[in-house]
């Protein structure tokens, strides 16, 4: 699988909006691109998911650059239940069955949310 | 709707022992994966299950094993216990199905220590 880059931590502050930056300029045409978040003692929950369009749920936003060598994840208002570590993760689609429970974890970003 | 069940929660082994922790998917999911997490490598894939079948395994030593019964349940285990084994050991379960891009439903894992 392709590699991510995110920055190590962020912060922010309850109610306010936040943007999780990630970076993959080797993505490739079928890769696509997901987010999991691991909240303290917790096993990782998916987020969002995307291919090229921005996409939206209940949880947040995925804004998908025009050349798909990053993304970011937004977090409209963050809550102190938001404080978790976030993960950027390509994974490829219909992969022939080779790798489908297969997901690459990178060190992900650290949120803190004050209060 | 019941999550992935991961028994037991908490587990204290001495080296040289062995240990089986249990999985058990949501139901209807045919796919459990298997991750070993640490602080120092983060989060690893182990192995895949698909219809009672190994379908991928990541870079571990043949001291981890799995299985995966008929009812889609999943046994992983690890012989020769090892310090560096002392893990959270996490099972994901999934639909599986063809050009589904794959999310993971993850339980909160099996906490091994190994003194």
């Known amino acids: 699988d392709a590699k991510t880059t995110q920055p190590n931590s962020m912060e922010s502050n309850e109610e306010e909006p936040v943007h999780l930056p990630c970076n993959h300029s080797t993505i490739s045409g079928t890769d696509y691109i997901h987010w999991y978040r691991q909240l303290p003692s917790q096993g990782p929950e998916y987020v969002i998911h995307?291919?090229?369009s921005n996409v939206n749920n209940r949880m947040a936003s995925l804004a998908i650059a025009e050349d798909r060598k990053s993304s970011t994840l937004i977090l409209h208002r963050a809550t102190l239940r938001d404080a978790a570590v976030y993960y950027c993760?390509?994974?490829?689609?219909?992969?022939?069955?080779?790798?489908?429970?297969?997901?690459?974890f990178g060190q992900g970003t650290i949120l803190t949310v004050h209060p | 709707k019941a999550g992935v069940t991961q028994t037991p929660r908490y587990l204290i082994k001495t080296r040289g022992q062995q240990v089986t922790l249990s999985c058990s998917p949501i139901?209807?999911?045919?796919?459990v994966s298997w991750y070993q997490q640490t602080p120092g490598q983060g989060l690893q894939f182990l192995f895949e299950?698909?219809?009672?079948?190994?379908?991928n395994k990541g870079n571990f030593p043949g001291r981890f094993s799995g299985r995966q019964f008929s009812n889609s349940r999943s046994e992983m285990n690890v012989s020769t216990l090892e310090l560096g084994d002392s893990a959270l050991y996490l099972c994901a379960s999934s639909f599986r199905l063809a050009g589904d891009t794959g999310e993971l439903f993850f339980g909160e894992g099996s906490r091994l220590t190994v003194l």
């Open positions: 995307g291919l090229t």
């Open positions: 993760i390509l994974k490829r689609s219909n992969a022939g069955g080779t790798s489908y429970g297969k997901l690459t």
């Open positions: 139901s209807g999911h045919r796919s």
């Open positions: 299950y698909f219809s009672e079948t190994q379908r």
